[in-house]
């Protein structure tokens, strides 16, 4: 709590110097490399524990009626220069069918080694959230249940955070759509394939061959990840290809662009980024969004299957999101297009921009700036069910 708020925390260790003066000096015990590029680069020191436990994936939507197996894996590294041996567990909550620990046996510094757990549901129905725990103890008794995340950037000073090794379990009433293969262009830090798999979706990751020369019609549906036109120049060039793939019947799922996208023509019928404010007296805004997790939403057209088929959307699929509702909403769009939800932050105009439907030919496109880029993966159980909702239109 004394350091809450500063930009990071005091230091690890501090030299002090006394000075024939009676002056002391104190200064951070930290390493300096020489970088022929930057110059003088120095690291602050971070202690590490003997042994450092992760448990991925941290975040799991695991459908209520899915009784298959998810695998949970547990890495651990060496943080010591002798060895260290012992067992590795998950501490699973109570009801949940046991599994076996596993040993290990770690004899270097920075040594890693990763272990795979196959955890089962309790065979009578669960719902809410529930956490795993990762526990390795070693032959001395001593338990390890956390590990050192360090987050750094170029233009940040470095910080290691020690974080749990914990995963959080949302069972969620989710359906998913019966899709044979859906196919996912990766978008700018992207991480929704990843969640999408995690769940029980068949998952396959669309590269630059794939979208030049590939079959296209042997996908259900095909999702553009955010800002995937920026990211992605082979999109740019194949976009003809993604369309006429709509046109043969097929569902293309475009998460939220920029405006090189909305300047650029990719959508089959014209939409608009940005402009005049909507509130009177305001500047004009690059583009529209809804900066509050908990503004409300209101379907436009509640009986349409986006909001019925597989799951019905209810209010409670609003609850939990995470940063924000969405953004770069258009700003208006063709009449080909359908809106089908409205919101916006307190005090500000209506938006209805942020979920587009279109038919194009015998298929349909979608535009939503709806942030699925940051709920999915933050495990949000109701934008599963959306986006679930969104895999199923026909």
Do not use: C
Not at 133 to 157: C, E, F, Q
Not at 184 to 200: C, K, M, Q
């Amino acid at each position: 709590p004394a350091v809450r708020g500063e930009p990071f925390g005091p230091p690890e260790l501090r030299a002090r110097f006394t000075l024939d003066s009676g002056a002391v000096l104190e200064r951070e015990v930290s390493r300096r490399i020489n970088d022929q590029a930057r110059g003088e680069v120095r690291r602050p020191l971070a202690v590490v524990p003997r042994v450092d436990v992760a448990l991925d994936p941290a975040t799991v939507v695991w459908p209520a009626a899915d009784r298959a197996p998810r695998r949970f894996i547990v890495s651990l590294t060496h943080g010591a220069r002798d060895t260290t041996s012992g067992t590795i567990a998950l501490d699973l909550p109570a009801g949940w069918p046991k599994v076996a620990p596993q040993t290990f046996v770690l004899n270097q510094e920075e040594e890693r080694e990763s272990f795979a757990f196959e955890v089962r549901p309790p065979a009578g129905p669960v719902q809410g959230t529930v956490v795993l725990r990762a526990v390795a103890t070693d032959t001395s008794g001593h338990r390890y249940t956390s590990g050192l995340v360090t987050v750094d950037y170029p233009h940040i000073r470095p910080r290691s955070l020690v974080t749990p090794a914990a995963a959080t379990v949302r069972m969620a009433a989710l359906r998913l759509p019966p899709l044979a293969r859906l196919g996912y262009i990766r978008g700018a830090a992207d991480r929704v394939p990843e969640a999408l798999a995690e769940v029980g979706l068949p998952v396959t990751l669309l590269d630059g061959p794939a979208l030049e020369r590939g079959d296209l019609s042997r996908f259900s549906a095909i999702v553009v990840g955010p800002r995937a036109y920026e990211t992605d120049s082979v999109l740019v060039e194949a976009n003809a290809r993604l369309l006429a793939y709509a046109r043969r019947g097929g569902l293309v799922i475009v998460q939220y662009q920029q405006q090189p996208f909305f300047q650029g023509g990719f959508a089959p019928y014209p939409m608009t980024l940005g402009g005049p404010s909507l509130t009177p007296g305001g500047s004009p805004v690059a583009h529209d969004r809804v900066t509050d997790e908990a503004a409300p939403m209101r379907p436009l057209v509640p009986a349409d299957p986006v909001f019925t088929v597989p799951n019905r959307i209810t209010d409670a699929d609003w609850r939990g999101w995470v940063q924000e509702r969405g953004l770069y909403f258009a700003r208006s769009w063709d009449r080909a297009y359908r809106p089908l939800l409205e919101t916006h932050d307190p005090g500000d105009a209506p938006l209805e921009g942020g979920l587009l439907v279109a038919r194009v030919g015998q298929g349909h496109y979608v535009y939503t700036g709806l942030s699925f880029f940051r709920q999915l993966p933050a495990g949000v159980p109701g934008a599963f069910r959306l986006f679930a909702n969104l895999l199923a239109i026909k």
